[in-house]
């Protein structure tokens, strides 16, 4: 396995992507489901890498638009999180009103047929940058959560980990009458909320009272070498990379698309707007992604 460290970069929240010279060409499903089908076809056992888009219509919002701009604040910076205890209360009290949302939340038909592509023995591994777990509530057992899980909590100081719904519950018996709030819920479990919080009691470890924090790669934070080193050593060995629902924005997924590139491994991308591996790719479809996907598994 080549050496990753010389490519490792912070989950980056501040990339766009530059002024399109017109706007990409939307395919009708059926048309994009039949080529994708032949891409398969010819390239049969493929790693998968999904992103915000897969789950839109499970309603969780994406970040951005189709042209990578954002479509809302930008999400909460690592060390922002972990330095200012006023990050923290905005972040936890956003929660209790983001995180029932996306705790709720049930897999789509894109999520479902992505499963049906590991059935069918198309997909070796998922490799997904969504932290909502509905890859593998649809039955997908082959997951990498790229950027953790946001069902999880773990303790910055003694790595206790417990349930996310604990915390939740101990943050609404500590500050009565924020659960009551109602927002747009955000991608993470957070929610677009302004509010003063400067009165809210984030919990805190049960065990040291350190700091807890999702089980999530925040923005400006680095994804665990180990699971990038897994996920490319799946890539190498697979006949190809198909991207679905990512904008390629964050270089964590990127990075892929250039190691497939490098690999002289073929790259589809099947997204709503253009991505960030434009140049890199063998079949990009801009089409819807549930109606792409059935007639792709009903042509398999």
């Known amino acids: 396995m080549p050496s990753v460290a010389h490519r490792s970069r912070p989950f980056s929240a501040s990339q766009r992507l530059p002024e399109p010279e017109r706007p990409p060409v939307l395919l009708e499903p059926e048309q994009a489901g039949e080529r994708l089908a032949e891409f398969i076809h010819r390239y049969p056992r493929l790693m998968v890498l999904t992103g915000a888009g897969v789950s839109t219509d499970s309603g969780i919002p994406d970040y951005r638009d189709g042209d990578g701009a954002w479509k809302r604040k930008q ?114 479990g957070d929610a677009d909320l302004d509010v003063d919080f400067s009165d809210f009691r984030p919990a805190d470890c049960p065990k040291c009272a350190g700091i807890l924090k999702p089980d999530v790669v925040f923005f400006g934070d680095f994804v665990p070498k180990e699971r990038v080193y897994s996920a490319l050593d799946t890539l190498r060995h697979s006949d190809g990379l198909l991207v679905i629902g990512s904008s390629l924005m964050v270089y964590s997924g990127l990075r892929f698309c250039r190691y497939a590139h490098d690999w002289q491994k073929p790259i589809a991308t099947l997204n709503l707007g253009r991505t960030r591996a434009e140049k890199l790719v063998d079949l990009k479809l801009n089409a819807r992604i549930g109606e792409t996907l059935k007639t792709t598994v009903a042509c398999l």
């Not at 972040?91 to 499963?115: C, D, E, F, Q």
């Not at 206790?160 to 009551?180: I, K, S």
């Open 75 to 188: 999400p909460v910076q690592h060390n922002d999180f972990m330095e200012s205890f006023q990050t923290r209360q905005r972040y936890w009290g956003r929660s209790l009103i983001g995180w029932p949302v996306m705790r709720t939340a049930t897999p789509n038909p894109a999520h479902h047929y992505i499963s049906d592509l590991e059935l069918l023995n198309h997909s070796a591994l998922v490799v997904t940058q969504n932290v909502d777990r509905l890859h593998q509530k649809a039955g997908t057992h082959a997951v990498t959560d790229l950027h953790g899980r946001a069902d999880e909590v773990v303790c910055m100081s003694c790595g206790y980990r417990c349930p996310r719904d604990q915390v939740h519950d101990r943050c609404a018996q500590l500050n009565p009458g924020f659960e009551h709030y109602t927002a747009e819920t955000a991608p993470d």
